[in-house]
């Protein structure tokens, strides 16, 4: 079988996901816990009698870490700018805020809005209602709408993305 290079991107994602928020997470996560303990804890007499043995040790640090983990990551979303700032970037970056998404937004959503765009501005100019610069304007509209249904790209993704770094 013959895997096409969507394909292979597709496999590449589902890797580094699966790999770094699932396996690495749970090892690394263990192993903190195993060279805090065996390196430090075992090593500072007041410690090691605080924590006699590694369960106790796991239990405490999961019981503090894990409530103090969420609160960090509550920070981060909600009050922090670091978040905004990621947001800021996978939005610049994602071709689709410069194509349209296959699915309902191209197959239904925007040829019915293309349509009532071309049916409003009929009636508007037969009711003499539009001036020269709102016919330019929906042109252009009627133009990018178009190129949007038919799958291509409004904007320019590039030129944006390399600006700003």
């Given at each position: 079988?013959?895997?096409?290079?969507?394909?292979?991107?597709?496999?590449?994602?589902?890797?580094?996901?699966?790999?770094?928020?699932y396996?690495?997470?749970?090892?690394?996560?263990?192993?903190?816990?195993?060279?805090?303990?065996?390196?430090?804890?075992?090593?500072?007499?007041?410690?090691?009698?605080?924590?006699?043995?590694?369960?106790?040790?796991?239990?405490?640090?999961?019981?503090?870490?894990?409530?103090?983990?969420?609160?960090?990551?509550?920070?981060?979303?909600?009050?922090?700018?670091?978040?905004?700032?990621?947001?800021?970037?996978?939005?610049?970056?994602?071709?689709?805020?410069?194509?349209?998404?296959?699915?309902?937004?191209?197959?239904?959503?925007?040829?019915?809005?293309?349509?009532?765009?071309?049916?409003?501005?009929?009636?508007?100019?037969?009711?003499?209602?539009?001036?020269?610069?709102?016919?330019?304007?929906?042109?252009?509209?009627?133009?990018?709408?178009?190129i949007?249904?038919?799958?291509?790209?409004?904007?320019?993704?590039?030129?944006?993305?390399?600006?700003l770094?």
């Amino acid at each position: 079988m013959i895997l096409s290079s969507k394909s292979i991107f597709r496999a590449w994602y589902y890797f580094r996901q699966g790999y770094s928020t699932y396996l690495t997470f749970i090892l690394g996560y263990a192993s903190t816990l195993v060279t805090v303990y065996y390196l430090a804890i075992r090593n500072v007499p007041p410690l090691l009698d605080a924590f006699p043995h590694f369960t106790e040790f796991g239990i405490l640090a999961t019981t503090v870490g894990v409530p103090l983990a969420v609160i960090v990551g509550w920070v981060h979303m909600k009050r922090s700018r670091l978040y905004s700032s990621e947001a800021d970037i996978a939005n610049e970056a994602s071709p689709y805020n410069y194509k349209l998404p296959p699915g309902y937004a191209r197959e239904a959503s925007f040829p019915v809005m293309l349509s009532m765009l071309r049916l409003l501005r009929r009636l508007s100019e037969a009711n003499g209602l539009m001036t020269d610069s709102e016919k330019i304007e929906l042109d252009e509209l009627d133009k990018k709408m178009v190129i949007l249904v038919s799958g291509g790209y409004v904007g320019s993704p590039r030129r944006e993305l390399s600006s700003l770094l």
